[in-house]
């Protein structure tokens, strides 16, 4: 039986994969528009490759993400699925130049305020004075200035 009205959730769901490569290629809809798919599973829309590893390999445990070995988002192939945690998943993302914010960083950003010989000076006022009166000083807003303090921005300086 093919489509919706399959009742096994793994044939319903082989009926939307090409296996004829290496990736096994999603060809139902997909949830998101970087190319991953999407799944009805036990009455709710999941990720395509979320629910490939729930179907194939074990079910999730609280926080578990399916990273991609092969780095194709549209790929449900089991084998090429792992579980991780967000940092894995985010560390991965990272070391393959993927991360939205993999852009220019610091000066070197077009909308920057501040230069790189200004995040130690700021860091080191920070233990004696607030975020707003660093902020007036350059012109930035106050949490520019504790982004930079809890390590989201800057990060690059050390």
Not at 64 to 78: A, F, G, I, K, Q
């Amino acid at each position: 039986m093919r489509g919706p009205k399959a009742k096994d959730p793994k044939q319903r769901f082989m009926s939307k994969v090409d296996t004829s490569g290496d990736c096994w290629e999603w060809l139902g809809g997909k949830k998101h528009s970087h190319g991953y798919g999407g799944f009805y599973l036990n009455g709710k829309m999941d990720f395509a490759h979320r629910a490939a590893f729930k179907l194939f390999v074990r079910e999730l445990g609280a926080g578990e993400c399916v990273l991609h070995r092969c780095d194709n988002p549209s790929c449900v192939n089991p084998e090429h699925l792992l579980a991780g945690s967000q940092a894995d998943n985010m560390a991965d993302m990272r070391s393959k130049d993927r991360a939205a914010n993999m852009g220019p960083k610091g000066s070197l950003h077009g909308s920057h305020k501040l230069i790189e010989a200004d995040i130690p000076v700021i860091r080191s006022r920070l233990a004696t004075e607030s975020a707003a009166a660093i902020s007036r000083d350059y012109g930035v807003s106050d949490v520019t200035i504790l982004r930079i303090k809890d390590g989201t921005n800057w990060r690059h300086v050390a």
